[in-house]
């Protein structure tokens, strides 16, 4: 097994002479958005490592848990959908973190797409005690792109 710890694409040819001709795992780990796209497909693996942490990786862990566990639950009889402010409340509280960090993680995830948001028609339940509230209400509902997600390894499902 050789591993090269580099994303510099000059290495793709000594990376493919190791695999092709020598028959040996050639591993690659490099810095996110820095590893070159040739060396990446050439090698056995290559492992994207965070330029630097931006100190919400723990975060990042609470927010998908509970975005996973709420998706679990939508086979149930209840089915609730996650929105920011509902997440934030969630997370802080049931794993006792600030309120605004968790907002600014997720507002982070948000900009780099791997959390959007979805206009969701739902019927209005407060028509009951309100006659004059309209059928429906809008929400803004989260989504989570699991597949950039762990590509980028931001969520551990085994924590």
Same mark, same amino acid.
């Given at each position: 097994?050789? @591993? @090269?710890?580099?994303?510099?694409?000059?290495? +793709?040819?000594?990376? +493919?002479?190791? $695999?092709?001709?020598?028959?040996?795992?050639?591993?690659? !780990?490099?810095?996110? =958005?820095?590893?070159?796209?040739?060396? /990446? &497909?050439?090698?056995? !693996?290559?492992? =994207?490592?965070?330029? $630097?942490?931006?100190?919400?990786?723990? !975060?990042? %862990?609470? @927010?998908?848990?509970?975005?996973?566990?709420?998706?679990? #639950? %939508?086979?149930?009889?209840?089915?609730?959908?996650?929105?920011?402010?509902?997440?934030?409340?969630?997370?802080? &509280?049931?794993?006792?973190?600030?309120?605004? *960090?968790?907002?600014?993680?997720?507002?982070?995830?948000? =900009?780099?797409?791997?959390? !959007? %948001? $979805?206009?969701?028609?739902?019927?209005? &339940?407060? /028509?009951?005690? +309100?006659?004059?509230?309209?059928?429906?209400?809008? @929400?803004?509902?989260?989504?989570?792109?699991? #597949? /950039?997600? *762990?590509?980028?390894?931001?969520?551990?499902?085994?924590?």
């Amino acid at each position: 097994v050789f @591993i @090269i710890f580099s994303g510099d694409g000059h290495f +793709s040819s000594a990376a +493919s002479f190791l $695999v092709n001709r020598c028959k040996k795992t050639v591993g690659v !780990y490099g810095v996110r =958005e820095c590893l070159s796209a040739q060396l /990446r &497909n050439t090698a056995s !693996y290559a492992v =994207e490592l965070p330029a $630097v942490s931006d100190g919400f990786s723990d !975060y990042y %862990q609470y @927010i998908f848990r509970n975005l996973k566990y709420l998706e679990l #639950k %939508q086979d149930k009889k209840q089915v609730q959908y996650p929105t920011f402010w509902g997440t934030v409340d969630a997370v802080s &509280n049931h794993y006792h973190v600030d309120k605004q *960090m968790t907002a600014d993680a997720m507002r982070r995830l948000l =900009e780099n797409r791997y959390l !959007y %948001q $979805v206009d969701t028609v739902l019927p209005n &339940n407060r /028509r009951n005690t +309100s006659p004059d509230a309209p059928a429906t209400v809008t @929400i803004k509902r989260l989504c989570v792109d699991w #597949k /950039r997600v *762990m590509r980028d390894n931001l969520y551990d499902p085994t924590v």
